[in-house]
């Protein structure tokens, strides 16, 4: 059973820092390609930011780009987000995703396995 676990996210204010991490087990990742996708209340799944599971590929929504950045740990299985200069519209619920092959994607479709979701809220 693949399991992608969140960590806790939090209330930021305005300017702030918080990163995110996301435990993967189950399988084997290291043919996969990760991802962090956010929904805000009302709105559709959006995609922020994926990472191959070797690293050598990043890709951003230009929403995130310079303040975002992904990364990951093979040896924790582990893929985090470092948010930078957060701001009230980042606010919404973030997803960890995995998909069954080693190129990334924005879209959160071709994603086979999710986390639970983690609250991010952006507010003074």
């Known amino acids: 059973q693949v399991l992608l676990v969140e960590s806790e996210g939090g209330l930021v204010q305005p300017g702030g820092s918080l990163r995110l991490s996301c435990l993967a087990s189950?399988?084997?990742?290291?043919?996969?390609?990760m991802a962090w996708f956010r929904q805000a209340p009302g709105k559709e799944r959006e995609f922020v930011a994926y990472?191959?599971?070797?690293?050598?590929?990043?890709y951003y929504a230009d929403s995130v780009k310079g303040r975002f950045t992904i990364s990951n740990d093979n040896a924790k299985n582990t893929v985090y987000l470092q948010m930078n200069s957060l701001k009230p519209e980042d606010t919404a619920v973030y997803y960890c995703?995995?998909?069954?092959?080693?190129?990334?994607?924005?879209?959160?479709?071709?994603?086979?396995?999710w986390g639970q979701g983690t609250q991010v809220t952006v507010s003074s």
């Open positions: 995703a995995a998909r069954r092959h080693s190129r990334g994607s924005y879209y959160y479709t071709e994603y086979d396995y």
């Open positions: 189950g399988r084997t990742f290291s043919g996969s390609a």
């Open positions: 990472i191959t599971w070797s690293g050598g590929s990043t």
